[in-house]
């Protein structure tokens, strides 16, 4: 019987991907992954999928991270073996702790030279096993439908339990050739249809003073957000929306209500007997001291192989789906709620210049549009907008700046509505460079970097390390000052670039049509 060359096992692999509706894969070049890279560029110029190329690996698979985040269908990052493959942890934990279906697919040597002293060679089987939510070793000499049968396996679960897995892929020279056995004829799958749900957990009788505070959802997921919009309104309850929750227009959030429950006694007045908590949430310490010091807190997860988003071991009880329950309506609960924050509003003291800059990106782009915003400062200076603005979404598993450029470029090529526009720091941009370092000939979406740079990490001057008992070190180990001219950086990425000094000059540059990647610099003090 003829063994499956390994021109025959990249092709079964890229095969079983396009089959199992996977559509987007992002690749890094090597020789020992060359099985996969030849079958997906071919498959890609028969427009069987889209393919990006990068030459750094922790960029793709960032790129793959930012296109799942937005479609919510598996998207596959390959590699070569040996330290290519370690390149991949940064987004691999992301993936976990965000729900992200990701597909890891590492090149290997073949079992025979494991543990040798081989070139390039390293222990790659199970590697990822602490944050994938699945691995598979493949044999190298499989049977018949063996390889397209596991794979098939992997997108599947992927799919369903919502984070990544990792397929480790051994090849034998010759690594190039004509594939020589027709790939096995399978079933059809489709991994990313919806999993069944429990049926909703009847609460009963709940309070009247209750709070929705909801975290990060998933930009794909309107049924979740629908649902849980009516069953505020319906309860009278008052929504804390956190800017990745696709619900900051909701008819019961309170506007800007992230600023409002950082006032303590603001707070204290508006203390609820219970707090429904749904998806990741914490980005105000405000917000963590509510749901602290409320009577009762019940949290959702709707992610089902993410950690519970129960931040302070505060959750009486963690559900997989939003409850029902009867509530007899106080209509002056949510007023209450309303006058405290137009109050506190107009109390406010002018917004900070990183605030300015989220509220010009918020007020300037639609609900079609996407707001891929980066951790830190820019999230939470996002979260204090209010009102009709653009869908958001954010790299909320590990919070880390890790990535951040490839992701929204990853998020604005899969992004179907309308513009894309991002906003980061200086150092998120710096952390991430290799992500502008794109082949010529490689697609561009049409990208608006927006960056906000105070040289250096702005938000320890917000934190206990900003205290004049560190004045002698704070600005070598946590400001950090880069003294970077970014628009030459940037220049050098052949990005154009443009510098807007105030608000006004950024509203008229975000108004102009893009064509490709584009940066606009916004100096702001720390």
């Not at 021109?7 to 894969?25: F, K, N, P, W, Y």
């Not at 010009?360 to 891929?372: F, G, K, M, P, R």
């Not at 526009?421 to 710096?430: F, T």
Request: charged share 20%.
């Amino acid at each position: 019987m003829n063994r499956p060359s390994a021109a025959d096992l990249g092709s079964e692999i890229i095969a079983t991907l396009i089959r199992s509706g996977v559509t987007q894969v992002v690749l890094s070049p090597g020789a020992r992954s060359a099985p996969l890279s030849v079958a997906a560029a071919r498959a890609a110029a028969r427009q069987e999928l889209q393919l990006q190329v990068r030459v750094d690996e922790r960029s793709a698979a960032f790129t793959a991270v930012g296109v799942a985040r937005v479609t919510g269908i598996p998207a596959a990052v390959m590699c070569t073996s040996g330290t290519a493959t370690a390149n991949f942890l940064p987004a691999v934990v992301e993936a976990r702790y965000s729900g992200v279906p990701l597909v890891v697919i590492t090149a290997d040597r073949p079992p025979e030279l494991r543990g040798s002293g081989a070139s390039q060679t390293i222990d790659q089987v199970g590697m990822f096993d602490q944050y994938v939510v699945g691995s598979w070793d493949l044999p190298v000499e499989p049977e018949p439908g063996e390889i397209a049968g596991q794979v098939e396996v992997a997108l599947a679960l992927a799919a369903r339990a919502r984070g990544p897995v990792h397929i480790n892929a051994p090849f034998r020279p010759p690594l190039v050739g004509e594939t020589t056995l027709p790939v096995p004829e399978l079933a059809p799958s489709h991994p990313n249809g919806p999993a069944a749900l429990p049926e909703p957990l009847d609460l009963g009788q709940l309070p009247a003073n209750g709070v929705f505070v909801v975290g990060d959802l998933d930009v794909w997921d309107e049924q979740s957000r629908r649902e849980i919009e009516k069953r505020a309104a319906d309860w009278g309850w008052p929504i804390i929306a956190e800017a990745t929750s696709g619900l900051m227009a909701a008819t019961t959030t309170i506007p800007a209500g992230n600023v409002l429950v950082d006032d303590r006694q603001q707070r204290a007045l508006l203390r609820p007997d219970l707090v429904i908590s749904i998806g990741p949430f914490g980005l105000h310490r405000g917000l963590l001291a509510l749901v602290d010091e409320a009577e009762r807190h019940i949290a959702v997860q709707l992610r089902p192989r993410t950690d519970p988003p129960d931040p302070l071991r505060t959750a009486e009880r963690v559900l997989s789906r939003l409850p029902t329950g009867q509530v007899a309506v106080d209509p002056d609960w949510l007023q209450r709620w309303h006058n405290a924050a137009t109050t506190k509003l107009q109390l406010t003291e002018p917004q900070a210049e990183l605030a300015k800059v989220a509220h010009t990106i918020w007020q300037e782009l639609s609900a079609q549009d996407l707001l891929v915003v980066a951790p830190s400062m820019s999230i939470r200076a996002v979260s204090a907008c209010s009102g009709p603005g653009p869908q958001v979404v954010a790299n909320r598993g590990a919070n880390g700046i890790d990535g951040f450029v490839s992701t929204a470029w990853g998020a604005a090529s899969a992004w179907t509505g309308g513009r894309t526009v991002a906003l980061l720091g200086d150092l998120a941009l710096l952390h991430d460079q290799n992500g502008l370092l794109v082949p010529d000939a490689e697609p561009r979406p049409d990208l608006t970097l927006v960056i906000a740079d105070n040289n250096g990490g702005g938000i320890f001057g917000q934190l206990e390390m900003a205290a004049s008992d560190y004045d002698d070190v704070f600005e070598r180990v946590f400001g950090t000052a880069h003294d970077r001219d970014l628009a030459e950086v940037l220049r050098g990425a052949r990005v154009p670039t443009v510098v807007a000094a105030r608000p006004s000059e950024l509203a008229q540059q975000l108004q102009e049509a893009v064509s490709g990647i584009r940066a606009i610099i916004v100096p702001v003090s720390r």
